[in-house]
């Protein structure tokens, strides 16, 4: 029976990070408000320019360093990302082409903040399967594009004011604006003849809950992208905070019981809750309802905000450079996002 073991691992943080101060400069929000409500001090923003492929290749470039690959070793590149560098083609074959393995397949994942359970599914198979030995997953997003501002300096200590227009709706749009950030995490795993690997998944999707979290524009519209659509701010992201939160809460800790159980594990025997890094809030009500405890629900909100699909990755490379996360420890991988997509894994890393 085929499994994998994570092999190396890499993160990449653009730029400076922004602090909830500096959001303060463009929106009515405070520092206070942004702590307590989700546990984030900063965030980092990549310039303009960049795009998911570029942070990916710097992540990619030192989970390849760790496990001492080369791109040319690598079998399959899955690419996690709701920010793609285009509209078209997806930011996988980009990647293949940055890091030098241009034929190597590229397969873009559009799974939101739960592609990481999405891309464990598709790696397992395609290593069971025997049709890859070397996979490089990555998590990588651009949100800046998305920030409802153009004025970048009106964020930077001493900057010019933003003006009433820009700060009201920056304001408007303050739910979401103050939890996203930018980065990229890059996980290389390597197939093995037995175990260990990916030991249950339960995994869900469910598009009735479109309007809760999602970009209006699309190609619904005639053209896609107008004056028009900007006008009405159907290129910024619509969020109903309570109602995700709500899902989050919920869902996810049936999810950690069930993928537990169809792994013959229970809650206690295992070493991490790896979870998406929404809002710490979510994950210790998460904890709280699962009975598990705080130490083993590791945390790095404050310091990068949701990274959507980059979260995963990123706190799996900092746990694995710092010694935290150990060959042989059980892991439980949960996250939940736009879709809605959601579920927990189970692994034995
Ligand atoms: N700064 C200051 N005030 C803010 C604010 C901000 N950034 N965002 C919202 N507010 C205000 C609202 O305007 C509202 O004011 P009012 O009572 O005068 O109308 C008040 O705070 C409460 O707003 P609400 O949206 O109900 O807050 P909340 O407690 O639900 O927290 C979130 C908002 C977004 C932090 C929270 O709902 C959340 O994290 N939800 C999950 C979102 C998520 O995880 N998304 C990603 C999924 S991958």
Redesign the pocket.
Known sequence: MAGFRITGSGRYLPGRPYTNQDLGRIM???DE??RQ??GIEQRHFCPEGQGASDLALEAAKLALADAGRQPADLDYILFNTMTPDHFFPGSGPLLGAALGCPGVPALDLRM??AAMLFSLQVADGLFRSGAASTILIIGAEAQAGFMPWTNWAALEPGGPKPSVEEYERATRH??????FGDGAGALLLERTDEGPGLLSLDLHSDGRYLDQ?YIPAGYRKRPYVSGEIVAREEHLPQ?L??E??KH?VTKLPTSVRKACSDAGVTLDQIDWFIA?Q??D??NETIRERSGVPAEKVPSNIARYG?T?TATIPILVDEMRRDGRLKAGQLVCVLA???GLNWGAAVLRI
């Open positions: 009515d929000t405070s408000w942004v409500r989700t939101q903040c303050r739910g979401y604006a103050v939890i979290l969020m905070g309570r995700v939160f989050a998406h929404a809002n809030r979510i949701n959507s939940l996002g736009a």
